[in-house]
């Protein structure tokens, strides 16, 4: 008696053999694709440090840059730094024919802005009356003055007593949500808007919705009830965390110039236009005379004031493909030694 075996059905393993191929491919397409965002990861970040060590290559060059201007006995808008025409024995220098734009860096090229820190007032070291004056020329409500200068150098200093109208932790912890006082100097010009007292249009400034086509006059400081305040300057356009301590006359603008000397707009233009004249102006007690300012008023405002900067922001955009990212230094020169305080991305 013969016993056949059952023959195998064919169809099975046919599929058995599909099922095998499609995994297989899965797995290969799975790990090509694995392979490749690697690889692109791989290049990123390559092309990360690339980027990185442009822009620092840019910091150093402008490091470079500030420190061959370092022998000059005062700093203005004029100089190569602010990208200006020259000031004094720098047009005879080694840097008349160099450039801080688009210059060759590796693979890349970087081009470099300044800003020079002591054109602004220091928040870190103002005292009263001078903080006083900024909010006075802002056009702050005279009732807000103490509330916001108070509480502005209770938030930096280091105790924990409280000015008559200024606040510490006790306050801020009665907020939703609590925080503490700092008791600390500000790292970023951000942290007033922490501060008691400082609203977002003293910090950003005022939204002016009823401006008419001709000069408006101001009669006494503040706003009427319900009204939008409309305020001459922002703290932002006139504080930094960062600078030497004074403000450098030659490089203000007009609105920091209101602020630090307590004069008008005309005032303020009067110092610009003198220190830009031809020959311009380089001593303190000549500009602010040729402004106009009276003996005793140069007098007391002196004291804020200085003929050069050595804290600068610097920023670099390093450029590789036409993909650019942005890095931002703040440097400090002392005489012509020039050493890099902080350096991050910023974009």
């Known amino acids: 008696m013969k016993i056949s075996l059952a023959q195998k059905n064919p169809g099975f393993a046919v599929i058995i053999a599909l ?7 899965l797995l290969a397409g799975a790990f090509a694709y694995a392979m490749k965002v690697e690889t692109r990861l791989a290049a990123n970040a390559n092309n990360d440090e690339q980027f990185y060590w442009i822009g620092r290559g840019g910091v150093d060059r402008a490091c470079w840059w500030l420190a061959l201007e370092g022998g000059q006995p005062f700093s203005s808008r004029q100089q190569y730094w602010n990208h200006g025409a020259g000031d004094g024995m720098e047009t005879n220098g ?10 060759q860096i590796g693979p890349g090229t970087v081009s470099l802005a300044l800003t020079e820190l002591e054109s602004k007032i220091n928040i870190n070291t103002a005292d009263t009356p001078l903080l006083q004056q900024v909010l006075t020329q802002m056009g702050v409500d005279a009732s807000d003055i103490s509330l916001v200068s108070d509480s502005i150098q209770d938030w930096i200093d280091a105790d924990d007593g409280t000015r008559m109208a200024g606040a510490e932790s006790d306050y801020y912890q009665g907020l939703t949500p609590p925080y503490n006082a700092k008791n600390g100097p500000l790292d970023n010009l951000d942290e007033l808007q922490l501060i ?16 008419m086509g001709f000069a408006q006059h101001r009669l ?20 930094t965390p960062f600078s030497s301590g004074k403000v450098n006359c030659f490089t203000a603008d007009e609105n920091v110039l209101q602020a630090a000397l307590g004069v008008d ?32 008023a140069i007098g007391q405002t002196k004291r804020y004031l200085d003929q050069r900067g050595d804290t600068y922001k610097v920023v670099a955009t390093a450029t590789i493909g036409g ?25």
């Open 19 to 25: 099922v095998a191929v499609t995994v297989l491919t």
């Open 196 to 211: 008691k007292g400082v609203t977002q249009e003293m910090f950003f400034g005022g939204s002016p919705t009823n401006r």
């Open 94 to 103: 080694p840097l008349a024919f160099e450039s801080l734009d688009n210059f």
């Open 323 to 347: 993909v650019s990212h942005e890095y931002t230094a703040v440097v400090f020169r002392s005489g012509r030694d020039v050493q890099v305080v902080s350096f991050y991305r910023t974009k």
């Open 265 to 296: 707009a005309t005032t303020a233009q009067a110092i610009i236009t003198a220190r830009d004249s031809d020959p311009p102006i380089r001593n303190i007690d000549q500009l602010l005379t040729a402004a106009g300012m009276n003996p005793a």
């Open 220 to 239: 006494g400081f503040g706003s009427a009830p319900g009204q939008t305040p409309d305020y001459a300057f922002a703290l932002r356009d006139v504080f």
